[in-house]
């Protein structure tokens, strides 16, 4: 059984940046990592999502070119880094673990889900 805890959301003003941190631990780190979000009233959507080595990512056409998603497997850690944040990037952003091996966008693929953490980016 594999924990996820995610760290590193607050209050950002729009263009700024901010680093999401998600620590895994209760088990292997070999899994395709991904992130995910909801803003109130909405559905969960597809962030980014990272393969098990590292080299394979995927992102939501909503966030390329703004975000970064990384991991460093000595440390069990995946991270998120945010820039020129918008207003619309407000929601709960949450981590999962896939067992899979393919970086999927659908949260069913997804086994281990963090508790989530807040970003909000005022105007």
Do not use: H
Request: proline fraction near 2%; glycine fraction near 14%; charge should be positive.
């Amino acid at each position: 059984q594999v924990q996820l805890v995610e760290s590193g959301g607050g209050l950002v003003q729009a263009g700024g940046s901010l680093r999401l941190s998600c620590a895994a631990s209760g088990g292997s780190f070999s899994y395709v990592m991904g992130w995910f979000r909801q803003a109130p009233g909405k559905e969960r959507e597809f962030v980014a999502a990272i393969s098990r080595g590292g080299g394979s990512k995927n992102y939501a056409e909503s966030v390329k070119g703004r975000f970064t998603i990384s991991r460093d497997n000595a440390k069990n850690t995946v991270y998120l880094q945010m820039n020129s944040l918008k207003p619309e990037d407000t929601a709960v952003y949450y981590c999962a673990a896939s067992g899979k091996y393919y970086t999927g966008s659908d949260g069913y693929e997804y086994d281990y889900w963090g508790q989530g953490t807040q970003v909000t980016v005022s105007s």
